[in-house]
């Protein structure tokens, strides 16, 4: 099929979708009550904010916007198992060139450098592609450089990969054996998006050269050091109220020792005062996340940013308790006084008087005046509850002597519900703490189910900071479920404070973790449904709640229904004896795998299932997501029962029920998450949710007897005989959610209404008899159809904007299908 035909096919598609006529379910009717008169919670600035963690090359190879990738030459095999220090470069024609580590290097914390044996040079062939060239802009290259020569010339060239010239080459004279810093510029001739930078010493005798960098002219604001234009636009655009940085993950895992002598450690956790003062002075770090971390973005750029795109700057350093998978505390007082002592001194840094010695830096660095910090991150996602609110308490009693007024923020783990996140809100509690940290990635399902999370939350105690969510998608389904979660949101928002989706980028050739809400490659960058829907949300949050109410989704949930399946995650396992019996007492199904296994479906495609000794067993520990199933997916009111044994792995077995298909069911994940805790999860979509989870750990080479017994829309599980858990998956997925704000600025009741169904929404919108209306209101949609995501190419999810007509204190609008909506109503009593 040509591209113009696919073209073709997608924008008819996105039409149909957009049409309300072409819309062949039937509308629903629901009625939304709205109190003009009534004040409810204040809506902070700060509501909605961005999360900034180095991910998917967010920063170097990002926003970051620096060309040359590997610019000091010290990329390693630690970072990355494929990395050496010429990663990025190659030898040009003549000479001889080396990476070398000694005492003639740059600085000391910048610790290696290129030796050439002249005449020789090399290319450096960027990110992505290569190195992206528009024509007609400027780029700015600078080096380090000294020769054993009274004098080399050094020249620096933009060209095609066949050599072709993008621009007119620049040459500077090396001058002594004294590091020191070159300068020059190109204007481009030509664009290309797979451009290299070449640098080439002529003459006899070495050369060394260290921070070979190449910058566009054209920075965000023009700053030198600075940020890629185009990335920096779309966030600003979105006029957060915060930034969070540096992580995530970077902050809180590895060693949290130095760089420093003699082990010179460098898997480390992100620690701020290597990222402050001269970039060639700055050491680099093995990322988290795979790759080499520059740190050209630093605390400095971070705090720069907030302010220029008008955000809060959020800061979070590590506690010294590792997260994410490697769950460790560094028993080491000493250590964790230095890190106490880097937290006040990074206050100082962001507030204090250029006077003061870390206020200086910041001076020195062109900011004489305060960054404004007013809130600080200690730790994320911890998974050893007790040992980091031992640690965060004294960061926390540490900075409020000192700087009573800064909010310190603790966390409540990785996930939404269980164990860990259960013992961090207790001792968040009893500690009084000021606010805490929530982070989740769900299924779409789970967003609409938990629309009233935080009805419930106490309004006494630590208010909430929603760092990190995200639906685990970026189709619009995704985004809308989003959507519908941030109403409720707002109507908390006296409980919520901040929220932020996550992660912010992804370079789509770099990718190590998705959904994300702006994408990116060397030459365009682009929003995610997602984006656009956080847009919207995030440039029309209003003042405060004005109070409504809803009728809901006319709907029934019916009982659990589904198939039975087996699965491993990184483990092989042995299955016997499975067995399903009715209710009623009928055996709808069993297998002792004495024969063959003739009823079981490959569903997944993946491990290695055999009927062996007797048993089915999976004999590849590295294979994840083996499922397999069998019966009938109408199934309904059943007892599962089934031995399982671990025979080695990282992790326990999974036994499924109610399967639809691979995307949609419920599983026991027993001893999941590397063998530290057992749950219950349900998928939706492919997305899913935990719905209840405890410590349960497996050991390998014993029998456990399991059973599953499902009663309508109630499971109670049995390990050995006990009964190890039970719960009632009775939340409705309410696809049709609203919230109404008030904007005093412009006397308007914003009306936020998401229609996340196949059917439109015909809604009575009653303002009641106390208001004054405009006759016309502004609209703003996002719509089309549940699968449609946002490319570099093709954006079918936009916001359009439109004029409504005949808006009286009570009227009828029909919301189309699989859509956000806000209309803008002018209140002519605030006019």
């Not at 005949?806 to 209309?823: M, R």
């Amino acid at each position: 099929m040509s591209k113009q035909r696919v073209l073709a096919a997608l924008v008819a598609a996105s039409l149909a979708a957009a049409v309300p006529g072409a819309q062949a379910a039937a509308e629903t009717d629901y009625t939304v009550t709205v109190d003009p008169t009534a004040r409810g919670v204040d809506i902070a600035d700060t509501m909605y904010g961005v999360f900034f963690e180095d991910i998917n090359r967010a920063a170097d190879g990002g926003l970051y916007a620096e060309l040359v990738q590997n610019r000091s030459f010290e990329y390693d095999r630690v970072d990355n198992a494929s990395y050496s220090g010429l990663t990025s470069w190659a030898p040009l024609a003549g000479g001889t060139i080396e990476v070398v580590d000694d005492d003639q290097r740059l600085h000391e914390r910048n610790r290696r450098y290129l030796k050439l044996g002249l005449p020789a040079g090399v290319i450096n062939s960027g990110y992505n592609s290569g190195v992206n060239v528009v024509e007609g802009k400027r780029y700015d290259f600078s080096v380090w450089a000294r020769t054993d020569q009274p004098s080399t010339a050094l020249t620096a060239s933009l060209t095609d990969p066949a050599g072709g010239p993008l621009a007119d080459a620049v040459t500077v004279q090396v001058q002594g054996d004294t590091w020191t810093k070159y300068t020059g510029s190109f204007l481009a001739r030509k664009s290309s998006t797979v451009g290299r930078l070449a640098v080439r010493g002529a003459g006899t005798g070495t050369l060394r050269l260290d921070m070979v960098s190449l910058f566009p002219r054209d920075t965000y604001k023009n700053r030198p050091n600075g940020l890629r234009a185009d990335l920096a636009e779309k966030v600003a655009a979105l006029k957060p109220g915060f930034l969070r940085f540096p992580g995530g993950c970077l902050v809180n895992v590895n060693s949290h020792y130095g760089y420093e002598a003699p082990n010179w450690e460098r898997r480390r956790s992100y620690q701020w005062k290597d990222t402050v003062g001269p970039v060639e002075q700055r050491p680099t770090n093995a990322n988290f996340w795979g790759y080499n971390q520059s740190y050209g973005l630093g605390y400095y750029e971070y705090f720069q940013f907030a302010e220029d795109i008008g955000a809060m700057p959020l800061p979070v350093v590590p506690a010294l308790v590792t997260g994410c998978g490697q769950n460790r505390a560094t028993d080491d007082p000493v250590l964790l006084q230095r890190h106490i002592q880097d937290t006040l001194d990074l206050i100082e840094f962001a507030n204090g008087p250029a006077t003061s010695t870390w206020g200086k830096l910041r001076a020195d660095m062109g900011h004489p005046e305060p960054f404004k910090l007013t809130h600080l991150g200690v730790g994320n996602e911890e998974n050893l509850p007790d040992q980091f609110f031992a640690n965060f308490v004294k960061f926390r009693d540490a900075i409020k002597a000192k700087y009573p007024d800064i909010t310190v923020i603790s966390n409540s783990g990785p996930d939404d519900t269980g164990g860990t996140f259960d013992r961090l809100w207790q001792l968040n509690r009893q500690a009084g703490v000021d606010m805490v940290d929530e982070h989740y990635y769900n299924s779409p399902d789970w967003f609409l189910q938990n629309n009233n999370r935080y009805d419930s939350y106490d309004r006494n105690g630590p208010k909430v900071f929603l760092g990190e969510y995200a639906s685990q998608g970026n189709k619009l389904s995704n985004a809308l479920a989003e959507a519908a979660y941030m109403t409720g949101l707002e109507r908390n928002a006296d409980v919520v404070k901040l929220a932020s989706y996550a992660p912010l980028f992804a370079n789509q050739d770099y990718v190590q973790w998705q959904p994300d809400m702006i994408w990116l490659n060397n030459h365009a960058s682009w929003g995610s449904a997602n984006y656009e829907v956080q847009k919207l949300f995030m440039t029309n949050v209003g003042d405060h709640v004005v109070p409504s109410t809803q009728t809901s989704t006319p709907s029934v949930a019916g009982p659990i229904t589904g198939a039975i399946g087996l699965s491993t995650w990184a483990t092989s396992a042995a299955y016997d004896d499975v067995s399903v019996t009715s209710s009623s007492g009928v055996r709808l199904f069993s297998d002792d795998f004495s024969g063959t296994d003739a009823q079981w479906t490959r569903a997944a495609g993946r491990g290695t299932w055999a009927v062996s000794g007797g048993r089915f067993v999976q004999s590849d520990a590295a294979a994840q997501d083996t499922l397999v199933t069998a019966g009938d997916v109408n199934w309904r009111d059943y007892d599962l029962n089934v031995k399982a044994t671990k025979l080695s792995g990282a992790e326990g077995f999974l036994v499924a029920f109610g399967v639809k298909d691979t995307g949609n069911f419920y599983w026991w994940n027993l001893g999941g998450w590397n063998n530290t805790q057992s749950a219950v999860e349900k998928a939706v979509g492919g997305g899913k949710s935990t719905l209840l989870a405890n410590g349960t750990r497996v050991e390998t080479g014993r029998t456990y007897d399991l059973k599953v017994s499902v009663r309508g829309r109630h499971v109670e599980l049995f390990l050995d005989g006990q009964k190890w858990g039970e719960f009632t998956d009775d939340k409705v997925a309410e696809p049709f959610r609203q919230v109404v704000t008030r904007d005093l600025a412009t006397g308007e009741l914003v009306v936020k209404v998401v229609n996340a169904q196949a059917s439109p929404a015909r809604v009575k919108l009653d303002l009641g008899t106390r208001v004054s209306v405009a006759n016309t209101a502004k609209v703003t949609t996002v719509q089309g159809g549940p699968d449609d995501m946002n490319t570099e190419f093709f954006q079918p999810v936009r916001a359009k904007e439109t004029t409504l007509r005949g808006v009286k204190p009570s009227f009828t609008h029909t919301f189309p299908a699989h859509s956000v909506t806000f209309i803008r109503i002018k209140d002519r009593r605030l006019s």
